[in-house]
């Protein structure tokens, strides 16, 4: 007997019903991240779905287990970055935030495991974007002032700059050793690199001076 169309018609529906509105994804933070089984996941202030399990590993990390619901599936690509956040609507609560770098890249599959962004990462980044204002700063001030310095240190955003070095660097020390190697790799590099220029690019006039002065082009000046 030939079983009814309508029957194969059912069956489908009946599949397709059963398939999971959500996906799952793994999320290893490095660290214990202060998360919850029930904590949300946010993707542009909406929630995109909720932790649904927390592993942790032997060496300290922490696995996140997360389920997305799957209307929210074009968060999840090789291009998200997943941080924690103080949850904004429940009090003591944390989530997980889910922020594009870029949108179209490859999908994350069914099952996942990918790194997020731990809070010292983020403060390292906050820190390299503290003290590229701070360059930009400096850049402005010589531009302004040119080889005259003295009013620099008067300035509020120089005590500003300041405070803020002085704070990174207090933050540094306690910084975990993944987020120092980064510090070291990168910034540091760079903060030499940009003071060595600016501490030439001060002494060069003093050296045109040397070399054009009186006392150097022929010994003592007499008065006339």
């Not at 991240?33 to 542009?44: H, P, T, Y």
């Not at 970055?81 to 870029?102: H, Q």
């Not at 700063?137 to 500003?160: M, T």
């Not at 306690?174 to 070291?184: L, Q």
């Amino acid at each position: 007997m030939k079983t009814p169309r309508l029957f194969w018609i059912l069956v489908i529906a009946l599949l397709a019903g059963c398939r999971s509105e959500s996906m799952g994804i793994n999320v290893d933070f490095g660290r214990p991240s202060g998360l919850a089984e029930g904590d949300r996941v946010l993707f542009e202030k909406n929630e995109a779905g909720h932790v649904r399990a927390i592993q942790p590993e032997s060496d300290g990390r922490s696995v996140i287990g997360l389920s997305v619901d799957r209307s929210f599936s074009h968060a999840l690509t090789q291009d998200s970055s997943f941080y924690v956040i103080k949850d904004p609507v429940r009090t003591g609560s944390k989530a997980v935030d889910i922020r594009l770098n870029r949108t179209g890249g490859p999908s994350l599959s069914e099952g996942a495991t990918v790194d997020g962004v731990s809070p010292e990462e983020e403060k390292g980044s906050a820190w390299g974007r503290e003290v590229e204002k701070g360059f930009q700063f400096l850049e402005r001030r010589l531009q302004k002032y040119g080889h005259d310095l003295r009013e620099l240190p008067e300035s509020a955003e120089y005590r500003r700059l300041k405070k803020t070095l002085r704070e990174w660097a207090a933050e540094m020390e306690r910084a975990g050793e993944k987020t120092r190697v980064k510090i070291e790799k990168h910034w540091l590099p760079r903060i030499r690199q940009e003071l060595e220029a600016i501490e030439e690019w001060i002494r060069e006039p003093r050296r045109k001076e040397d070399r054009h002065s009186p006392e150097r082009e022929g010994g003592t000046v007499l008065n006339v």
